[in-house]
């Protein structure tokens, strides 16, 4: 920020609170200091002396809204339709790929991101690269390496361990670097060549041990897991949320809403492979796989719903034709279609999304929250779509679009 003050003048805020009229000012250190029908009229607004500088953005007839919290991407990915060939590329050009998918989310109100898998500290260093302001994208909360079987999901770019004490050992090793979350993979996957997508892969133990290491640090987990058994496994752990969750029954939803297991579904994970198909150059076996698995899936969301499972936004981006900048976007609005509200999502991917990745002063327009900020032409608390329509983006009080 140039001036000592942004203020948001004219308009609505919407966000977990309602929709209602109100302005907003923004200190220098891009922190919101006042919200209120005449705060553009405050001190907080002109400063104490009263001759700080002011920056006004006239929102009559705008919608001031939250930033995005994206709860899952993998930055190193660009929607390619067999992620696999992403192996072969150097570390440098998974890095440049890295770099322009942290501008697309942000230029797309996506502020806040956590990435769950990437090579090395491929991720870890992109979240310092923006905290240095050495790139322009979101903030990163990042696992560093995925804990993996041997052979299993994602094995090519994670961290193959297996037993509880290499467990334990794979997950320090991703603390040491920094990691702001521990992910690992409870089941097989579709975009793996020869792994059963609900298989258990990760046994419970395996889990429990990978809990237990994170637990001192105060570091959540997530554990990817389709299959009922896998993620069963995963609650009974301890695991702070489930992505996916593809195959969840009844029994199991139940289970979730009951240990306060959060839910992160990745709907355009599978849309983007069942809607393009093998034409589109995905292998066959991934395709059959999310076929087969979409139509199950949709039973998971009836559970969930009727069980009142805590569900968080996460887009899964990267993944094919699941790409970086449109990902939260429709994934909103898939959302929707699978049963929320407009406001329930906007929930999901703000203050929830927020509060699973451990930043609590994101999610809110409210004092003392970061000024992560739209300006939208229409209500998200009423209208899904209104996401797609961002006048500008704002991350920290400085315009990123």
């Avoid at 969301?301 to 899964?316: C, K, Q, R, S, Y």
Wanted: charged letters at 25%.
């Amino acid at each position: 920020m140039d001036a000592d003050r942004l203020v948001f003048a004219g308009g609505r805020v919407a966000d977990v609170d309602g929709t209602r009229r109100a302005d907003v000012v923004v200190d220098g250190d891009g922190r919101i200091v006042a919200v209120g029908a005449d705060a553009a009229d405050s001190a907080d607004a002109v400063g104490e002396s009263g001759d700080a500088a002011v920056e006004t953005v006239d929102a009559d007839g705008k919608v001031v809204a939250p930033g995005l919290v994206d709860s899952h991407v993998h930055l190193m990915m660009d929607g390619r339709p067999d992620v696999a060939t992403v192996d072969a590329e150097s570390a440098e050009m998974l890095s440049y790929r890295a770099a322009a998918n942290l501008r697309e989310n942000v230029e797309a109100g996506v502020t806040t991101v956590r990435d769950l898998g990437a090579p090395g500290s491929l991720a870890l260093d992109a979240g310092r690269a923006v905290e240095e302001g050495v790139l322009p994208g979101p903030r990163v909360v990042a696992c560093g390496q995925n804990v993996v079987m041997t052979g299993g999901h994602g094995h090519w770019f994670g961290r193959e361990a297996d037993g509880t004490d290499e467990v334990r050992k794979a997950v320090r090793e991703q603390l040491k670097r920094g990691a702001g979350v521990v992910k690992c993979m409870a089941t097989g996957g579709v975009l793996t060549e020869g792994a059963v997508t609900g298989a258990p892969e990760l046994t419970e133990a395996e889990l429990t041990a990978l809990v237990d290491a994170a637990s001192p640090k105060g570091v959540p987990t997530a554990a990817h897991a389709h299959g009922k058994d896998g993620i069963e496994n995963a609650v009974r752990a301890g695991i702070t949320s489930v992505e996916h969750g593809t195959f969840m029954d009844a029994e199991t939803a139940d289970m979730m809403a009951r240990e306060g297991t959060y839910w992160v579904p990745t709907a355009s994970a599978l849309e983007g492979i069942v809607e393009n198909g093998v034409e589109a150059g995905i292998p066959e076996q991934a395709v059959e796989k999310a076929e087969d698995a979409q139509e199950r899936f949709e039973r998971a969301w009836e559970h969930a719903l009727e069980a009142g499972v805590t569900i968080a936004m996460g887009t899964d981006a990267g993944t094919p034709f699941n790409f970086h900048g449109e990902n939260a976007l429709r994934e909103m609005e898939l959302l929707v279609e699978y049963g929320l509200t407009a406001a329930e999502a906007l929930e999901a991917a703000t203050v929830t999304a927020a509060e699973l990745l451990g930043v609590g002063d994101v999610g809110r327009v409210a004092e003392g929250q970061r000024a992560d900020l739209l300006v939208l032409d229409a209500d998200p608390n009423e209208d899904v779509t209104a996401w797609r329509d961002a006048d500008a983006v704002y991350r920290d009080g400085d315009r990123v679009a």
